[in-house]
């Protein structure tokens, strides 16, 4: 570390040549009122603990600190969003940090932003704060030379744009608004966004007896308490979070389960019952009480066009008229108490000499700027329009507290986002620091989206730094510190930006060539930063639905030459080490921060994960708005090595079950009783691929949901199920399908009442280069038969592609929905009922035959029994030698089924071996038959059929995933349909790859 200190200093002289001894201050040197005596003694105590090498430079760059400010934009560098770990109590890869410090330090960067996440620090439970890892970051940069601008991040991570990571509000938090689905934001159609808590609830003491806004203050003091010593010497802001992505607005357009696309309008977030109350007095209070019952109906859907609707529409729109201006006044000032409330809270802890000033971040919506009605802005909270000015409200918000007014958004040129949406950044931000500028606020910004390119650095320099004095930014923000930004292009132009930025209108040209000495004099520095990031991002991914983390960590052997490396892809808890023990006993405990290996090492031999227990928590199944969610249990087994990467795309049925279990099946006008109630997912592409993700393989969907509620739901399970739900259609109207399911715990048996969706899944939903998309990087396609065209339209392109297919063919479909599909299969599946309706065939075996001797593509069929089992019919390989002589399938079958042991309670399987089969009035193929049989499940633990057939089709997708033989693939899927059984609902029984009763089939 002291070496990249003094290549930092270095690198920092290049800046101070004959003339640039002023402008040089920048590096180090921070932004304050305080008194020149202050800044000398902060200054230094800096120095006393900064190596020998770099004290040089540093008092040379302090002391022309105030005279640079004046001249210049301060830059800062986001980290990135999991720079500290999720137990709060260290720092994410701490070599690629500190290097990383380093070199934005050569640079003359002012310092970097961090997020100091509510659902890290105060996880474990109200007042019960952990700052470690923090504190860890601040002390290195406090090393390196660094400000630090704290983020109060009280938004959960995860669904908005730039989010990589999954990083939820507090336990204890989400615990209450699941009690309470009202704490949380909700649009018209009842959908629930969790990623902050409603502000229609500020002040009321719902979590445990505190009111939200407490619960932030007591957090804020808590980090003012903690990092005393650092306030206003290294920590130098403090951005107080406000809602969504950190933004002060409503969660109006949420990314996550696709609800929201640009460039759509968005939709209202006021039908929680605290804001729906609120706005109910308000329509009261204005003698128009038919106005407090919600907000506008005709505003249209999250993904409109304001001239698709009557509310936002530029002629005579609901926006302009009495009502409108009503509502919006309501919505906005709403929002504005909001900010009040939490900046009162932030200035009783920060503004009594604490030393860091406020900030505040405003979101730049600048999409459908150019229409009258600006609805976007409008459904976030922001009364802005054609006539209107809904900034300056909020400014003047904000002086008040003295806070500066954050906005994004900088870089983007008007010329550069899609016309036909009339998105006007440039216009936004001139606006917007107007309305600064008239508050008196400070106006600091960042870039909306990352961007190494000279001209956005362009767009930034003018919109930022290259204007009069009193027009200039008071800080910038640069989106983010990761391996890109060190790649050495773009470092040479980042550094040539930071200068342009600290000198106030410096030419792009004598920028660029101060900065090629810099990346010349830094350049193993950069590039040991580069490695380190890269190195992470490429060994640690996180997951985000079930909260665990894939490591790639090197491994050595004491027998193997120094040169060789070793690595292996595990799946662990979220913790900062992991000790892996392995058989022969040659390998040892290792830390992410090792040396990188070559990305092509492998393992191959099997290893055991062992975690302390007192650093894992548990991680228990949790119920939210209606769903079943499941997180992975303790001990998850270790991806096979064929499934790693393997990526599965269904297409077809997803819906919500509503099941009911009773005693026994209602006759006709009966009244009875049900017993267990349960809402879940389901569906047979949904059940399938989540079978599929809990054994370990990567799932990807196509599906077709309603903008409804129910439609919400089924896709936050879907993806806390860690499916890929990018590609499912989402219909502004109608209605999402759902199913009744009715359980008769004496006959054990099901039946199902569907409401099919509407409007149906068609194949112009989707675009070509949307399915060419969704087919990237597939192995193998499901089809489970549902929205027969849509099918065929994606199997017509897979077939092209050479991607093997797997249809599920269900007996209810008719042969003009099947028949297409069925010639286009690798695989077929199918339960007992479906060979004879097929082929008027009534015995199986002479069934499955006719199947293969139909459909030539088809590897096998497989058909489900039941508690029977299952029968495998397996196609030889061309050229193979088979006996001149046909055998009768039937004969083959009987001979079998004697082979079966039906003492042996658990799935077994036998086969005979290839030879040419044949039936009665059928041809001939070479093939061989295989029998599975059924777990002997006791009646007293078997709870539901619903969704047994999904369970084994998940598995005989894992089995083809990771080329399992078919001797071995047809117990361990009718295992898992087995395991299944035990539980209600077609997901909940469904098996992790961890479980011990799979142990003897995945070894």
Same mark, same amino acid.
């Given at each position: 570390?002291?070496l ?6 270095? !690198?920092?002289?290049?800046f ?6 002023? +402008?040089?201050?920048?590096?180090v ?5 305080s ?9 230094k ?9 770099c ?6 760059? !302090?002391?022309?600190?105030a ?11 986001m ?8 137990c ?51 002390? /290195? ?21 730039g ?40 002040a ?9 806004v ?109 009502y ?20 009162s809270?932030?200035t009783?802890?920060?503004g009594?000499?604490?030393g ?6 405003? !979101? ?19 009364y802005?329009? %054609? ?90 923000t640069?989106?983010? /510190? ?16 930071v200068r +342009?930025?600290?000198?106030?209108g410096?030419? %792009?040209?004598a ?22 990031? +890269? ?5 640690c ?14 491994? +050595? ?34 830390h ?12 191959? /031999? ?17 119920r939210?708005?209606g ?67 809990r ?14 509620? $129910? ?13 890929? &739900?990018?590609?499912? &259609? ?12 009715? $359980? ?9 009442? $569907?409401?099919?969706g ?6 112009s939903?989707?675009? /070509?280069s ?26 017509k ?17 008719t042969?003009e ?36 001797l ?46 079966v042991?039906?003492?042996? &309670?658990?799935?077994?399987?036998v ?19 295989? &029998? ?11 709870v ?59 070894c």
């Amino acid at each position: 570390m002291a070496l990249n200190l003094a290549q930092s200093a270095a !690198a920092a002289a290049c800046f101070a040549t004959a003339g640039d001894a002023r +402008r040089a201050a920048s590096v180090v040197a921070m932004p304050s009122s305080s008194s020149s005596a202050t800044t000398s003694l902060r200054m230094k105590r800096q120095a006393a603990c900064e190596p020998v090498a770099c004290r040089a430079v540093a008092r040379h760059v !302090a002391a022309a600190a105030a005279s640079s400010r004046r001249n210049g934009v301060p830059v800062f560098v986001m980290m990135p969003l999991d720079t500290v770990s999720k137990c709060g109590s260290a720092l994410n890869r701490r070599k690629a940090v500190a290097a990383s410090l380093a070199a934005l330090k050569s640079a003359g960067v002012e310092g970097i932003m961090v997020d100091v996440w509510w659902g890290i620090v105060e996880s474990e439970g109200p007042g019960r704060y952990n700052f470690d890892g923090y504190m860890e970051l601040m002390e /290195m940069a406090r090393k390196t030379g660094l400000k630090v601008q704290a983020v109060m991040s009280f938004h959960q991570c995860g669904g908005n744009v730039g989010d990589s990571v999954n990083i939820p509000l507090p336990r204890w938090v989400v615990e209450e608004m699941e009690k309470d689905n009202d704490l949380a934001y909700t649009d018209q159609w009842g959908r629930r966004n969790f990623e902050y808590i409603s502000l229609g609830c500020d002040a009321m003491p719902v979590f445990k007896g505190r009111t939200p806004v407490e619960c932030y203050t007591d957090f804020m003091r808590a980090f003012r308490d903690h990092f005393a010593s650092f306030l206003g010497d290294t920590i130098v802001e403090i951005q107080v979070g406000m809602g969504p992505a950190g933004e002060l607005r409503y969660p109006s357009y949420p990314e996550s389960n696709g609800t929201w696309r640009f460039p759509g309008i968005g939709a209202f977030q006021c039908n929680d019952r605290y804001m729906r109350s609120s706005l109910k007095v308000a329509a009261e209070a204005r003698g128009k009480p038919e106005w407090g019952h919600g907000g506008p109906t005709d505003a249209g859907g999250y993904n409109n066009w304001p001239e698709d609707t009557v509310f936002f529409r530029g002629d005579c729109g609901g926006w302009s008229t009495e009502y409108g201006e009503f509502f919006l006044s309501w919505y906005s000032q709403m929002l504005l108490e909001h900010g009040e409330r939490v900046l009162s809270g932030a200035t009783s802890v920060f503004g009594d000499g604490a030393g860091a000033k406020i900030s505040v971040k405003v !979101a730049g919506i600048h999409w459908h700027y150019g229409t009258r009605s600006h609805a976007p802005e409008l459904t976030a909270g922001y009364y802005n329009t %054609r006539h209107r000015d809904g900034y300056l409200p909020i400014a003047r918000m904000l002086a008040r507290h003295g806070a500066v007014l954050n906005f994004t958004c900088v870089e983007m040129r008007d010329h550069e986002q899609p016309q036909e949406a009339q998105c006007m950044p440039e216009a936004l931000v001139r606006q917007v620091a107007a309305a600064a500028r008239a508050a008196g606020v400070g106006l600091a910004g960042e870039n909306a989206l990352p961007r190494y390119d000279g001209t956005a650095h362009d767009q930034v320099v003018a919109a930022a730094a290259d204007r009069a004095a009193e027009d200039r930014m008071v800080a910038f923000t640069y989106l983010r /510190m990761g391996p890109d930004l060190f790649h050495p292009d773009n470092w040479r132009r980042f550094v040539a930006f930071v200068r +342009r930025m600290s000198e106030s209108g410096s030419p %792009r040209e004598a920028a660029e060539s101060a900065a090629h000495g810099v990346a010349q004099a830094t350049g193993s520095l950069v590039h040991e930063a580069a490695v380190a990031l +890269r190195s992470y991002l490429q060994c640690c991914t996180l997951n985000h639905e079930a909260g665990l983390r894939t490591l790639r960590l090197p491994l +050595r052997a004491d027998d193997l030459t120094t040169s060789l490396g070793i690595c292996l892809e595990l799946v662990v808890p979220d913790l900062p080490q992991a000790e892996l023990l392995s058989a022969p006993g040659w390998l040892h405990m290792l830390h992410t921060d090792m040396d990188p290996l070559p990305d092509n090492a492998a393992l191959t /031999m099997p290893l055991l994960l062992r975690c302390s227990p007192a650093a894992s928590p548990p991680l228990l199944p949790r119920r939210r708005s209606g769903s079943l969610l499941s997180a992975a249990p303790p001990g998850r087994r270790p991806l096979l090595p064929a499934a790693a990467g393997r990526v599965v795309l269904g297409c077809g049925l997803v819906t919500l079950d509503y099941l009911a279990t009773v005693d026994a099946y209602p006759r006709p006008d009966d009244k009875i009783r049900s017993g267990e109630l349960q809402v879940s997912g389901g569906g047979n592409a949904g059940n399938a691929l989540t079978g599929a993700a809990r054994l370990g393989l990567n799932t990807r969907l196509i599906s077709k949901v309603a903008n409804d509620e $129910i439609g919400g739901t089924v896709l936050s399970e879907l993806k806390e199920a860690g499916i890929d &739900i990018s590609h499912v &259609i989402i219909s502004d109207g109608g209605n999402t399908t759902f199913v009744y399911v009715i $359980i008769d715990k004496q006959t054990k048996t099901r039946t199902c009442i $569907i409401t099919s969706g509407y409007p149906p899944m068609i194949p112009s939903d989707l675009r /070509m280069s949307s399915l060419s998309a969704a087919l990237q990087d597939v192995s193998l396609l499901y089809l489970d038969g549902y929205s027969d065209e849509m099918a065929l339209a994606v199997a017509k392109q897979a077939d092209q592609m050479k991607i093997p297919i797997l249809v599920d063919a269900e007996p209810e479909r008719t042969r003009e929905e099947l028949g297409g599909l069925l010639s286009l299969a690798s695989y077929i599946v199918c339960n007992g009922k479906f060979p004879e309706k097929w082929t008027s065939i009534p015995s199986i075996p002479s069934a499955l035959l006719e199947i293969l001797l139909q459909y030539p593509c088809a590897c096998f069929a497989v058909v489900t029994l039941g508690e029977n089992g299952c029968m495998m019919l397996e196609r030889g390989k061309d050229g193979e030698n088979y006996e001149t002589e046909p055998v009768d399938i039937e004969n083959v079958a009987e001979s079998l089924r004697l082979k079966v042991d039906k003492d042996d &309670i658990l799935p077994t399987c036998v086969s005979s071996k290839f030879m040419r089969l044949t039936a009665r009035g059928s041809g001939n193929i070479f093939a061989r038959l295989l &029998i599975g049989t059924a777990e002997s499940i006791p009646a007293s633990e078997l709870v539901d059929t619903t969704g047994c057939g999904d369970a084994f089709i998940g598995a005989v997708l894992h089995g083809l995933s990771t080329e399992m033989p078919p001797e071995k693939m047809l117990p361990f899927a009718c295992q898992v349909a087995g395991i299944k059984c035990r539980a209600i609902g077609a997901r909940s029984g469904l098996p992790w790859q961890s479980d011990p009763r799979l142990t003897k089939y995945l070894c």
